[in-house]
Every structure is written in structure tokens, then in C-alpha cells.
């Protein structure tokens, strides 16, 4: 399939040494390995000096070389699902651009379609030799992913049952945590909804193993009791659209029907709104209201207008971005923990 | 902020040797080799049992240790813009799969908002030594692309003007191509629309300096003229569904407004189709009708039904595989070129 238009050869730029870079700036080989650590301290005037001579020489340190005298690969893992939602996209995507200016790049490290890891994957993350890597406990166990790591303190996120981690204790492996509370936004849409009005309630679920969503139950069936509301509907879930649309029309058609559906993620709920108006002919919210769970983008999207529970994505970066620097730092200190809060962001699906 | 549950030490492995697996094996230190490389042939039960040795003995090729003798790095970049919209997630996405069952990983690079790249991340990227880079010229040209990679060849996926791709000639560097012929969907989505009744175009566009949106720009005005219809009305876009809508109000109140709109991007068609419905009180089809492009997976929503121009994702991944895994096995191959056609996907914004 070669056209045979670009035949001329590659201009490669001679391949200056750091040595050479260090006498024409006259400094010490040192400073030339500093002066491309963004970590490392150096004078501003001297960084940007042997930056400027290394770019005009065309002098580059190798990473795989680098690598291996300061056991740093400026890579952090993260382990995403085998096909990623909007939500997972939008974090890939936030958190890319905050390691970039941190000097990282992120790999993604993709699960098996019943979210388990593939141990031949696990090898091969091994000789990456991640600075870093963010994990979820149903994907991977703490021993394992050790394992698969040669210095690394992973990051797991966590969802806190009533503000205990279900996954701090009980591993011989250390890890950090980033601990997301789903409680506070999931007590702040019912309190919205009985508001409104609701008796009955619904629970779309998300993927079965997905511990966010296991969680996010919980907290649910937990907040309609101390409320003193009925055990809420189940109906079958798996974060996707298609499952939420038609789980929502046999509720409809086949059950009775209930007056607040609770989606486990916000991808379900525009199913569930798609199935309540175009093929029950019911009103939001006037004849059911909806809540989803993460505020993506499309969530502020008019034909959806989503009463949502968000966690701040941007806190969640920072905060994944704090773990990360501040292993690196101090990378014999007990486990390190950030804690992240919800909150409802209120759209037009529950009541004006 | 440690809370002193995780105090273990991490139990470590033994840093076995590939000679130690070589021996229990009963086999060469080069078949041990063989075994971790995805592309080299070794026997099956050779195979197995070498990988089932080493994970006994805890052993792992290190990659950075590996690179610098084989020169692979198993990365792949991608050229990724500042803030990723659910086609290039989408894209990312399906991409890391299969690269990940080809034994590669994905490393993204983005751009600075101004979509050009920033120099020191040039400078960052060089040192990982990727395997193949996927680029777009509006980022990065060939030449200043070729200064920041070691050895490989990369990327571009371009925008062919009647069948011929506007950057192919004029470079002193190699680079393979993915072309996508836009200009077919296009010409297929304004015969609908014709059909339908649309007499007056108008063309939101995308980002400024996309050249995938320069050439859907070029590609409907002179379908236009080829079918004896009118300039298209052009009304600015950004690929952002913020700045359809109020593009599309603007268009209505303050100018005469038309009966058909095409957006360069499905994402901005949300924003023509919401602006619509829930700001200017009109029907979709009947009053206006629209056509987005990608088929991204929300064009399926209900809520907007979109019909859309069609890249195939999966072809456009394995077509991205091929050239990355031919030009490995090629490096000094001339220029190599994969198409992708686009085709209408029918739904229910243009009539029925």
C-alpha cells in the first residue's frame, strides 16, 4: 500500500551527550541531569540555559537510560475498564493534562471484560516500572498488584461505608487511598425527591462487581430508612444506556411502576428518561423524577438537564495528584489518605 | 494525612534472573527472551512453561533494561487534543484495546489549548523511545515530529481533498498515513437532506485550525455547488455543544435561519438540536433538519436520534494497528498509506 511519495531519508540530529552539554554551558554533568528533572532544584537561569544549549544540540536524556540509575519512569498506571464510559473518559482525560505539567504520562491499563486482569498483563506492567499506579479493589487485590510492581505504592479508591473504608485493613501491602464519600450527595437527592414528593423509589444499578456501585446501593436502601421510606425497587443495571432503557420500560410495563428512579451512574439515567418519555409517554418530573450519579458533561445537556450527584473532578485530580508526589516524596511513609466529598447539583429532572 | 492502619513492609519477590528461569526451564537465556516478546515464535508449551517458571520464580524482563538492547519500547503515543470530546475518548478508548492484546500500551501526549505542542514536552517525549506516534499536522509538522522521535516513524491520519491527501508530498521526513475520505458521508447526508426539502444550508463549524474541519467545510460547499444549491450559511463552532447553541440561537433570532444543519461534529449537533427544541420552539425534522458527524455512541440517544456521517471506529483502529505493527516489521519501508471511507448513518433528525 506504500505510494512511493516519501522516499527521502530521515534527518537525525546528532547525538549530543550530556557531557557536551555540560561543557558547552559550562556547568557540571550534575546540573545537565537537574535541569531535566523537573523535581530536581536548579537555578532558573541555569536551567533554562542548559535547556536552550541541550535543544540547540539536540540533546535529549534517555528515559530508558535515566530510568535505570534514578529508578524513575515519569509513568503512572491506571487501571480503566475494558470499555470506558464517559466518566472514566472524562478522568483519563483530566487527569492526563494534570500529570503532563507534573512531568508524567499516563498508561492505561485495560481490565478483561469481567473486569478481572489478565496475568500476562500484570507481567508486562512489571517491567514498565510505574511511578505510580491508581486501582480499584474489584479489579485487582492489593497482594496482587504488588506484585506486579516493582517500587510503586499503588492509589485505591475507595468508597467508605458510613466514613470506614471497606478496603484499609486486612492487606500485607500498603497502598494510599483516595476515599470518595457517596453518601452525602445520595442523602441530599432523596431529601430533593421526598421533597418533590416521592413515595417509591427505583435503584438502576451499575456493573455487579463495580464496589462504587455496591456502595452507592447501600447508602441508598440506608438513607430511604432513616427517612422512613419503603426498601427501594432493584432494577438491573450495568452503567450502560441500552440496559437502563429497557430496564425502565419492564418496570413500567411489567411492574408497577414507581415515582423516583435513582440511576447508579448518569449514563443509566438518560436511558431511563429516553424510555420514561418516548416509550412510556410519562413527564419529568412531573410524573417520575429522576437522579443520576457523577455530572458528566452530557448531564447539563438541555434534552436531559439531570439532576445529578457530582464528585469534583478536578478536586479528584488534585487529589490523586498529591498522593502521587507525595509518595514519590516519601516513599517508606505509612499509607497516605485524601478524602473526597459529593453534592447534589440540581438540574430540572426532580422538581421546580 | 496518614493513618497509620497500613504499617506492613511490602513483602518482596526475589529478583530472579533470566538465566535462573533458563535453567529450571531446561532452555536457552534466549528462549527465556523469546518467551516475554509477544512477536518472536517459540513453541506453545515452551512457552507456557517459561512464563509459569518466572512467575514462580518472580521474574520479569525489565523493560527499560530490554529497550536499550532490542530499542522497543512497547509505547505508542497519541496525539491528543487539551480537552478530549467523546470521539477522540472513544477513540483512545478502542485504540488502548487493541494495542494492549498487540502488547504495546498507549502513552498520551496533549496539546497546549492553541493545539500546538509545547517544546519541552517535545523534549520529555523523545526520551521514552516510542514504538509509532498517531499525529495530526495541525498539532505538529513531520519534520519538528521526526526531531522529537528516536527511531520511530510516525502517524499522520489526514483529510484528502478529492483523494489526495494535502500532506503527502512537500516533507523531508517519512511518515505512514491513515486518510479518511470525509466527502463521501457528507455527499450522502446533503442528497438526504435534499430529498427531504432542505433549500437552505447552513455549516457549523469545528475547531479553527482542525483540518478534519477544514475539509468537512470544503467538502459541503462544493457538494453543494455540484447539486446546484446554495452557499451554506456559516455559523462558528468550536466542536462544542456551549457554543452550538448559542451559534444556532443567534442564527435564528438574529438572522434569517435555515431548514438545514450540518455540524462538523455530533456533539454539536446536540447543541443545534437542544437550541432548537428548547430555545426557538421548532421540530426536528420538520421544520430543520440536522446531520452531525463521528457516530459517537450518544447519537444513538433517543433523545436526539441523530443521523451522522460514519467513521468506523474499528476500522480506523485496526487500520492504525496495521501501520504501526508493518512499519515495525518494516523500519526502512517507504511511506505507507491506509483509507477510510465514511458512510450516512440513517436515523431520525432528516425525515421519515
Redesign the interface.
Same mark, same amino acid.
Given at each position: 500500500?506504500? @505510494?512511493?511519495? /516519501?522516499? !527521502?531519508?530521515?534527518?537525525?540530529?546528532e547525538r549530543a551527550t550530556a557531557d557536551t552539554v555540560a561543557k558547552m554551558a559550562g556547568v557540571s554533568r550534575v546540573a545537565v541531569s537537574r535541569a +531535566?528533572n523537573p523535581h530536581a532544584s536548579l537555578k532558573k537561569e541555569k536551567r533554562d540555559l542548559i535547556?536552550k544549549i541541550?535543544?540547540d544540540v539536540?540533546y535529549?536524556? @534517555?528515559?530508558? *537510560?535515566?530510568?535505570?540509575v534514578t529508578r524513575r %519512569?515519569?509513568?503512572v498506571g491506571v487501571i480503566?475498564p475494558?470499555?470506558?464510559s464517559?466518566w472514566e473518559?472524562?478522568e483519563? @482525560?483530566a487527569l492526563? $493534562?494534570a500529570l503532563?505539567t507534573e #512531568?508524567f504520562?499516563? &498508561?492505561? =491499563? !485495560?481490565t478483561r471484560t469481567d473486569q478481572s486482569m489478565d496475568?500476562? &498483563?500484570l $507481567?508486562?506492567m512489571? #517491567? +514498565? /516500572?510505574l511511578d505510580s499506579i491508581i486501582a480499584f479493589a474489584e479489579n485487582i487485590g492489593p497482594e496482587t498488584l504488588? /506484585?506486579a510492581l516493582d517500587r510503586a505504592?499503588p492509589i485505591y479508591v475507595t468508597y467508605p461505608q458510613n466514613g470506614v473504608s471497606p478496603i *484499609? %485493613?486486612g492487606?500485607?501491602?500498603? =497502598?494510599d487511598r483516595l476515599d470518595v464519600n457517596q453518601q452525602t450527595g445520595i442523602g441530599q437527592a432523596v431529601a430533593l425527591m421526598q421533597a418533590y414528593g416521592c413515595t417509591k423509589f427505583a435503584y438502576l444499578g451499575g456493573a455487579k462487581t463495580s464496589l462504587a456501585n455496591i456502595e452507592r446501593e447501600r447508602a441508598l436502601r440506608q438513607i430511604l430508612k432513616d427517612r422512613g421510606l419503603p426498601d427501594p425497587v432493584i432494577i438491573a443495571g450495568d452503567f450502560t444506556?441500552e440496559t437502563a &432503557?429497557t430496564s425502565t420500560l419492564d418496570l413500567f410495563k411489567m411492574g408497577e411502576g414507581v415515582d423516583g428512579i435513582f440511576s447508579a451512574n448518569d449514563v443509566g439515567a =438518560?436511558?431511563v428518561? @429516553?424510555a420514561l418519555? =418516548? !416509550?412510556l409517554g410519562l413527564r419529568i418530573p412531573e410524573d417520575v423524577k429522576v437522579v443520576g450519579f457523577d455530572d458528566i458533561?452530557?448531564a447539563g445537556?438541555? %434534552?436531559?438537564n439531570l439532576t445529578t450527584v457530582k464528585i469534583d473532578l478536578d478536586d479528584r485530580v488534585r487529589a490523586l495528584v498529591r498522593l502521587i508526589l507525595r509518595r514519590l516524596k516519601n516513599p517508606t511513609?505509612?499509607?497516605?489518605?485524601?478524602t473526597l466529598e459529593t453534592r447534589l447539583i440540581v438540574r430540572g429532572t426532580v422538581g421546580s
Amino acid at each position: 500500500m506504500s @505510494d512511493g511519495l /516519501n522516499m !527521502k531519508e530521515i534527518k537525525r540530529p546528532e547525538r549530543a551527550t550530556a557531557d557536551t552539554v555540560a561543557k558547552m554551558a559550562g556547568v557540571s554533568r550534575v546540573a545537565v541531569s537537574r535541569a +531535566f528533572n523537573p523535581h530536581a532544584s536548579l537555578k532558573k537561569e541555569k536551567r533554562d540555559l542548559i535547556l536552550k544549549i541541550s535543544k540547540d544540540v539536540g540533546y535529549t536524556p @534517555d528515559m530508558a *537510560a535515566r530510568a535505570l540509575v534514578t529508578r524513575r %519512569s515519569h509513568l503512572v498506571g491506571v487501571i480503566v475498564p475494558d470499555v470506558c464510559s464517559p466518566w472514566e473518559s472524562q478522568e483519563i @482525560d483530566a487527569l492526563t $493534562t494534570a500529570l503532563q505539567t507534573e #512531568g508524567f504520562a499516563t &498508561l492505561l =491499563f !485495560k481490565t478483561r471484560t469481567d473486569q478481572s486482569m489478565d496475568e500476562r &498483563l500484570l $507481567t508486562y506492567m512489571k #517491567g +514498565f /516500572n510505574l511511578d505510580s499506579i491508581i486501582a480499584f479493589a474489584e479489579n485487582i487485590g492489593p497482594e496482587t498488584l504488588a /506484585n506486579a510492581l516493582d517500587r510503586a505504592v499503588p492509589i485505591y479508591v475507595t468508597y467508605p461505608q458510613n466514613g470506614v473504608s471497606p478496603i *484499609a %485493613s486486612g492487606s500485607t501491602a500498603v =497502598f494510599d487511598r483516595l476515599d470518595v464519600n457517596q453518601q452525602t450527595g445520595i442523602g441530599q437527592a432523596v431529601a430533593l425527591m421526598q421533597a418533590y414528593g416521592c413515595t417509591k423509589f427505583a435503584y438502576l444499578g451499575g456493573a455487579k462487581t463495580s464496589l462504587a456501585n455496591i456502595e452507592r446501593e447501600r447508602a441508598l436502601r440506608q438513607i430511604l430508612k432513616d427517612r422512613g421510606l419503603p426498601d427501594p425497587v432493584i432494577i438491573a443495571g450495568d452503567f450502560t444506556y441500552e440496559t437502563a &432503557l429497557t430496564s425502565t420500560l419492564d418496570l413500567f410495563k411489567m411492574g408497577e411502576g414507581v415515582d423516583g428512579i435513582f440511576s447508579a451512574n448518569d449514563v443509566g439515567a =438518560f436511558g431511563v428518561i @429516553d424510555a420514561l418519555r =418516548f !416509550k412510556l409517554g410519562l413527564r419529568i418530573p412531573e410524573d417520575v423524577k429522576v437522579v443520576g450519579f457523577d455530572d458528566i458533561a452530557q448531564a447539563g445537556w438541555l %434534552s436531559y438537564n439531570l439532576t445529578t450527584v457530582k464528585i469534583d473532578l478536578d478536586d479528584r485530580v488534585r487529589a490523586l495528584v498529591r498522593l502521587i508526589l507525595r509518595r514519590l516524596k516519601n516513599p517508606t511513609a505509612p499509607a497516605m489518605v485524601e478524602t473526597l466529598e459529593t453534592r447534589l447539583i440540581v438540574r430540572g429532572t426532580v422538581g421546580s
